[in-house]
């Protein structure tokens, strides 16, 4: 078992992966990414992370530099390389690299990075009994629909949850829940699950995808409306999903209970179909 890096096309060990100084995206931010994991060593919602690379990219007018199936197969053969039990696979694609200079270069080709480690699952204790988050001003930027590597915010923000005990910062923008910092954020009162809608204000989660349509199945009502800070905080449950917390009770808001403050029943359920979803 080895951490894997892969740089434009090159696999080899991890630390042995290197980007030149001039490369847009650490000068500039400049790029774009993605994560995603494996569940019995298989990558997990690979096409749908696929997908929204391809969006991400072409909203900020990077080409990129491989089709879908190169993708898959690079992807697969990087966890192959890894051999973990479960890995966690980055890919980050950058406007390559450049003479440091705002406007987008006339002849660079962008830069492809992947890193291929050992997936480490959340400790089940907080699995079990939920966690905390705190509050934050959203002062992201207007297109967070984008999976850039900008992520500033975000890790002022986790830093900051970290600081106060908390496990996830939640973003409040004009006085509505958009997302967590890492996550994206689901609120259930009287039955029904409200989430913020798609749009310039969230990443489009995949999980958050998977789960609206394993509570759609279960015959809950969805509501993909935003839901303002009152109503997190008078809220029955409250849970996260992505990629890497996959589905996570929110027990404590700002030190205060939610619901019963322990996980509750809907997100018990859903997070026992999310599990028998995966085979
Ligand atoms: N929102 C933000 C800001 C994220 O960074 C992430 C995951 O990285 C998510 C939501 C969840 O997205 P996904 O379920 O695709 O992992």
């Not at 992370?49 to 898959?72: C, D, F, K, N, T």
């Not at 589905?247 to 018990?268: D, K, N, S, W």
């Amino acid at each position: 078992m080895s951490d894997i890096g892969f740089l434009n096309g090159r696999f080899m060990p991890l630390e042995q992966a290197m980007i030149p100084v001039e490369d847009r995206g650490f000068q500039f931010g400049d790029g774009v990414y993605e994560v995603l994991r494996t569940y019995r060593g298989v990558p997990y919602q690979l096409e749908a992370h696929l997908a929204r690379l391809e969006r991400s990219a072409q909203a900020i007018g990077l080409s990129m530099p491989y089709r879908v199936p190169e993708w898959r197969e690079f992807v697969k053969e990087g966890i192959r390389l890894g051999g973990h039990d479960e890995s966690k696979v980055y890919i980050q694609v950058t406007r390559g690299v450049a003479p440091r200079d705002h406007a987008f270069p006339a002849a660079a080709s962008s830069t492809v990075v992947m890193t291929i480690r050992a997936m480490k699952p959340l400790s089940q204790v907080l699995r079990e009994t939920g966690v905390g988050v705190i509050m934050m001003e959203d002062l992201r930027w207007g297109r967070c629909d984008i999976k850039s590597v900008n992520l500033l915010p975000n890790v002022m923000a986790k830093q900051r949850a970290q600081e106060a005990g908390a496990f996830e910062a939640i973003f409040v923008r004009d006085g509505l829940v958009t997302e967590g910092a890492v996550s994206n954020v689901m609120v259930v009162r009287g039955g029904v699950l409200a989430t913020a809608p798609e749009g310039e204000r969230i990443l489009s989660g995949v999980t958050r995808s998977v789960v609206l349509a394993l509570a759609r199945q279960e015959g809950v009502t969805v509501q993909e409306q935003a839901v303002s800070l009152e109503e997190l905080r008078r809220a029955d449950e409250v849970f996260l999903t992505g990629t890497t917390v996959e589905i996570l009770a929110v027990v404590r808001l700002g030190g205060a209970p939610i619901g019963t403050g322990r996980p509750g029943e809907l997100t018990g359920l859903l997070s026992a179909r999310f599990r028998a979803s995966l085979g």
